[in-house]
DNA sequence: TGATTGGCCAGGG
DNA sequence: GCCCTGGCCAATC
């Protein structure tokens, strides 16, 4: 077929796009769903290509630490502390409860 | 086509 | 708990 174009990041959308409300995904768990366990760097950079006019929960994707990715007092931070936690992941300074919030499949 | 960039993971001090 | 380094992969120019 000729659609099989689609790149990691489409694939990457359809994962995080799948994150159900409240729970949240590391960029390797992502990687892992989007077909590559490897490529957790490629879905940080491609996540960081997401506008944050998206309608994507890119919000709900943070590092293998339970920390968000961007410095402190960021846009990107704010905005992704403030959509997780209107969804109930509480915040702790700059981390989270992974494992009471990590969308465990 | 080739090289670079960007960003997370893992381990060690 | 924090900081640093090396490695890996995909997208981009």
Known sequence: MTNDRITFKERIYSVVGSI???KVLTYKAVAQLAGN???ARAVGTCLGQIPHDSKLPWHRVINSQGKISFELGSDRFVAQKQRLQDEGVMFV???CNLKQYLWDL
């Open 20 to 22: 159900p409300k409240g």
């Open 37 to 39: 366990s490897t490529a």
């Open 93 to 95: 300074g700059q981390r």
